[in-house]
């Protein structure tokens, strides 16, 4: 439903779209005990022969690690939201920082472009109209990106009707 229009929209798809992350934050904490306690005890061990600077590069290591599960964490608040109604489609971005980018389109006047490879399925999903292309779940894998396409194209091919 809209300001200019009373009537309420049927929704015809709605897809919230985020990167999938395979450790969970308990299975985190368990990875980074085990690497710093292994760590640790490496690094007792040399020290007590006498390699000092091994127990701090090992430290470093952990750290390091952290950093990168940190990181990857963090892009994983990344999302994008594609609304599909037989007068608008919705597609709205928004980064892992919080900003947000949000397309209005005609799904009438909306192509929906696929790329494949023959090994690995569908590996591009974009909504171009108007000579602009917008590329979708970029971050998704290619079964999910697949699966986007095809209830995409029901979703535009039932607001076409």
Not at 47 to 76: E, H
Not at 77 to 95: G, Q
Not at 123 to 143: C, D, K, N, Q, S
């Amino acid at each position: 439903m809209n300001a200019s229009n009373p009537i309420p929209e049927t929704t015809l798809l709605f897809e919230r779209l985020s990167p999938h992350r395979s450790l969970s934050p308990k299975g985190f904490a368990i990875v980074m005990g085990i690497l710093g306690l292994a760590s640790f005890i490496l690094g007792v061990a040399f020290l007590m022969m006498g390699a000092w600077p091994v127990f701090g590069f090992l430290g470093l290591d952990v750290l390091l690690v952290w950093l990168a599960f940190r990181s990857n964490y963090r892009s994983a608040k990344a999302f994008e939201e594609i609304l599909v109604t037989p007068v608008r489609l919705v597609w709205r971005r928004v980064s892992a920082r919080g900003e947000a980018r949000e397309d209005t389109m005609n799904p009438r006047w909306v192509r929906l472009d696929t790329t494949s490879d023959e090994l690995s399925g569908v590996t591009r999903v974009a909504l171009t109209e108007r000579r602009v292309t917008r590329v979708i779940g970029g971050f998704l894998p290619p079964m999910s990106k697949e699966k986007l396409a095809k209830s995409l194209a029901q979703a535009l091919a039932a607001a076409k009707r």
